[in-house]
């Protein structure tokens, strides 16, 4: 496998990050996970901004424009020869570089900037889930960034394999539903879609955000609220989304059965078509 580090390409197994790296040590940085098809990034430049803006509130400047992170995108996958694959998976990872021990912030910091390149599967037809035991902390500054430690929603992916679900559900520590170990979650509430709002503790997906403002176009009236546990007892239906896996239908939730909506399908179809447009327009 070829990655790009801090501006170039080599085997995997002959680069080095620094042991001092505080994404490494502390968790002290920023991550991006895009979909590609045909050589094409989806949403790269509404990834690229929330990278941007991420890094803007942890006090950590991008060390590559945009164009530039754009352009080492390009010749990864040229040179892992994904750039035809149907679909495939970049990883961006920006961290504050290597620091002195301690957690005060290094005076001269040297972010490292990680780009790695993988194939990616189709996506499931759907997904089990488990409400799981590990907590969203709606109150953290960290909750609405993309940001590397992800030991709970490891720990709660881990519970799900362990319970016989593909997914965990995660509830933030004031009892509301926040979203999955790694997706947002959509519920249907008769004809209404509802997904937990910002301050529930959850990373503004961009898919989500994209099926925000597809669901309208179609009649859909769209919600985001605060989703009680009892709501989940009687909801009409319920889906994931995330930048890879695009739209998957909940099937169960804690071993019962999710009723298929019928808007799911037809909202789906509208998205895989937004992502048609996009390959088509590069």
Known sequence: MIVW????????GETRIDPTDRGFLLGDGLFETMLVRRGRVVFLDAHLLRLRHGANAIGLA???DPARIAAACTALLDANRLADAPRAALRLTLTRGPGPRG???PADPKPTLLI???SAAAPPAGLSAIVATPRRNNRSPSAQLKAI???DNVLAKEEARARGAEEALMFNIDGHLACASAANIFIWDGDRLITPSVDCGILA???RAAILE????FGIEVLEDRIEATHLSHIGGAFLTSSLMGMVPLTRIDGKALPAHPETARLNAAY?????AAERNG
């Open 205 to 207: 997906g961009i898919t």
């Open 272 to 276: 895989e078509l937004l992502l048609d």
């Open 116 to 118: 790695t390149a993988a």
């Open 214 to 217: 597809l669901a309208p176009d």
């Open 149 to 151: 430690a992800y030991l």
């Open 103 to 105: 957690l005060a912030l």
């Open 5 to 12: 580090l801090n501006g170039e390409l080599a085997p995997a």
């Open 62 to 64: 991008l060390p590559f």
